[in-house]
């Protein structure tokens, strides 16, 4: 059993979070401009990019030698139409910069928080999440944290991965926007 610590009580925290229960983990929410004191061992970033930056500031100390999850596609929301990280980088590699003594992982962030609820993609396709990090260590301790859960677990690769995932999940972000897929749809990987 994990400790985990989710910033974030919306669809996606809440999604997140049930995932981790469903696993036999103890869950603990908070909203973003909270300080928390008993940091579990596992972390969730379930906000928006500038409030995951934030969080990343204020609880740094907090913060050190624990596995951190940034889950934000850092869009910019005023016109829906680019990423507002360096091309060069993406939100977890800022985010890992103001955190040089945490484990940074993305996750989440290419699943809608409908198919981490339901467990399926589309019409019965598994729902795999992705995590990039440069500790593989890590992955396997989210995997195993998950296990139970109904959600695969993917290694992506290394925390460079993480601006694909994330072109990757503003893209699917903006085609379920434009209604041309579902929010119950979007994409998937089949092994």
Do not use: C
Request: overall charge negative; hydrophobic content about 45%.
């Amino acid at each position: 059993m994990t400790k985990i610590t989710m910033f974030g009580k919306g669809n996606m925290g809440q999604a997140i979070g049930q995932s981790f229960e469903q696993a036999g983990n103890i869950v603990r929410y908070f909203a973003s401009k909270d300080l928390v004191d008993d940091i579990g061992d596992i972390v969730v970033l379930a906000v928006p990019y500038q409030a995951a930056l934030e969080i990343a500031k204020e609880q740094r100390e907090r913060l050190t030698a624990k596995i951190v999850i940034d889950i934000s596609n850092p869009l910019n929301f005023e016109t829906f139409d680019e990423l507002v990280v360096p091309s060069d980088s993406s939100a977890a590699q800022e985010i890992a910069a103001l955190l040089p003594d945490t484990t940074v992982v993305k996750g989440f962030n290419t699943n809608f928080a409908s198919t981490l609820s339901s467990k399926k993609l589309g019409t019965n396709h598994p729902v795999v999440v992705q995590l990039a990090t440069d500790d593989e260590k890590a992955v396997e301790v989210i995997r195993k944290a998950l296990e139970g859960s109904g959600l695969q677990v993917i290694n992506a690769g290394k925390l460079k991965r993480a601006r694909e995932l994330e072109a990757m999940g503003f893209l699917q972000m903006t085609l379920a926007a434009s209604e041309q897929i579902s929010w119950n749809g979007g994409f998937g990987i089949f092994q």
